[in-house]
């Protein structure tokens, strides 16, 4: 069966420490996709990144970074320097054979000033 | 490119009545369309999905009676709630992708604040 985990619930750091979210993620198929999307309070979906099973090379887009670990089945996310405007609900998601999404639960960020 | 939008986004009924909500794809052909329900502090639930011209797939436990679905064009898909209850307060987003499996990525529209009262 699909599943995608996000063990943590809520995160609340100080502005400009790092945090990093995890996601865990179980799949019976070879060829899979994985997704991070952010969920601020205005309540509309931010894509963020999307990684195909093939590529396990780890990506960097200014203050974020995803690391895909396909041994630990994990595609974890974290925000350097993070700033008040990164308060946001974050989800993982999994896209395998059916083009479904499967959602992770989220992870509530809180980033103090 | 790849725009969705969702119209209204916030509306507020009487009990009993109905609602619909419009999903539309501004810059592309939407083969395939799924709409969503999300609780406070919790994650998307898929409700239905609904390919042009078919009837729409629905999740178990979601009834199709309640929730009716059309998708008469490439680029728009609606979502009726009929006889709304305060129990169907919610926010529904709907997505929509331009082929099947591989990449098909999901273009999310921006969300639909339903309250009953």
């Known amino acids: 069966a699909q599943k995608v985990t996000q063990a943590q619930t809520e995160i609340s750091v100080v502005e400009k420490e790092d945090v990093t979210l995890d996601c865990v993620y179980e799949?019976?198929?070879?060829?899979?996709?994985l997704f991070w999307y952010k969920q601020p309070p205005s309540g509309e979906l931010v894509f963020l990144i999307r990684r195909n099973s093939f590529d396990e090379q780890n990506e960097i887009s200014g203050r974020y970074s995803w690391n895909f670990q396909k041994s630990t089945s994990s595609f974890n996310f974290t925000i350097t320097a993070s700033q008040v405007v990164d308060s946001a609900v974050y989800f993982c998601?999994?896209?395998?054979?059916?083009?479904?999404?499967?959602w992770g639960a989220g992870t509530k960020l809180i980033i103090k000033p | 490119g790849a725009v969705v939008s969702q119209h209204p986004s916030r509306v507020i009924c009487k009990s009993g009545t109905s609602v619909k909500i419009e999903c539309r794809s501004l810059?592309?052909?939407?083969?395939?369309m799924f709409w969503y329900r999300q609780f406070p502090k919790q994650s998307l639930m898929l409700m239905a999905t609904?390919?042009?011209?078919?009837?729409?797939?629905?999740e178990q436990g979601v009834e199709k009676d309640k929730f009716l679905i059309n998708h008469a064009s490439l680029t728009l898909s609606t979502l009726t709630v009929t006889s709304a209850h305060p129990e169907d307060s919610s926010f529904y987003i709907c997505?929509?992708?331009?082929?099947?499996?591989?990449?098909?990525?999901?273009?999310f529209g921006p969300g639909t604040r339903l309250t009953v009262l």
């Open positions: 799949t019976r198929d070879t060829t899979y996709y």
């Open positions: 609904s390919n042009e011209g078919s009837k729409a797939t629905y």
């Open positions: 810059d592309f052909q939407a083969t395939t």
């Open positions: 997505s929509a992708i331009t082929t099947s499996g591989g990449a098909g990525e999901q273009f």
């Open positions: 998601a999994l896209k395998d054979s059916n083009y479904q999404l499967i």
